[in-house]
């Protein structure tokens, strides 16, 4: 953390919208900077993909982008010769599992199940599928967050959803409910900086 704590403020990009688990993960940073500077200050700008944080941190939109390690492209942050990897920190992810309409009754479906899911958590559907058993055919709608999949499932783009819980609690009043046991994993999360010399 040395690389950064020294200062009173960040502009930091991760992905969000509000719920997801990198937004989890910055406000979690936010508390340890803020222990090391009661005053310190963060600045979070969210966007829909990782693409568009890479974005952001390229074109100077923010000096800082925090992506987890896990994330299926983050070797394209590692290896862009304009990012420095300042920082990286273990931290849990909030509880996943999958939510479906608070009306919908998964034993009757008879028709292609519609399963939202980010790319990230795309891995956990076998380990939910032994638990919450579905029969017949299913389509996978792709989302780029979590908290997306759970808007998915609310506006009735989707039937169940792959979702965390902070998602979850933010969207529980448009008639969601959980349908599965939770999983978490703890995740090394890396904050890019810019490389500015030479520039």
Request: contains cysteine.
């Amino acid at each position: 953390m040395s690389l950064i704590q020294g200062k009173s403020s960040l502009r930091l990009t991760t992905l969000g919208p509000e719920g997801t688990s990198s937004f989890c993960t910055a406000l979690h940073l936010e508390q340890m900077l803020k222990q090391q500077n009661p005053l310190f200050t963060l600045h979070l700008l969210l966007k829909r993909t990782f693409a568009e944080v890479f974005d952001s941190l390229l074109n100077k939109e923010a000096d800082y982008a925090l992506i987890p390690d896990a994330y299926e492209k983050a070797t394209r942050f590692f290896w862009c010769p304009h990012f420095d990897n300042m920082m990286h920190f273990l931290y849990s992810t909030p509880d996943y599992g999958i939510i479906s309409r608070t009306d919908f009754d998964l034993s009757r479906q008879d028709g292609l199940l519609r399963i939202a899911v980010c790319p990230a958590v795309e891995d956990l559907l076998p380990y939910f599928q032994t638990e919450v058993r579905w029969n017949g055919e299913s389509t996978i709608v792709s989302t780029s967050s979590t908290t997306e999949a759970a808007i998915f499932v609310a506006d009735d783009i989707a039937d169940i959803a792959v979702t965390n819980d902070t998602s979850f609690q933010l969207y529980q009043h448009k008639n969601l409910k959980w349908i599965s046991d939770h999983l978490r994993a703890n995740i090394v999360w890396s904050v890019f900086g810019r490389v500015e010399s030479g520039e």
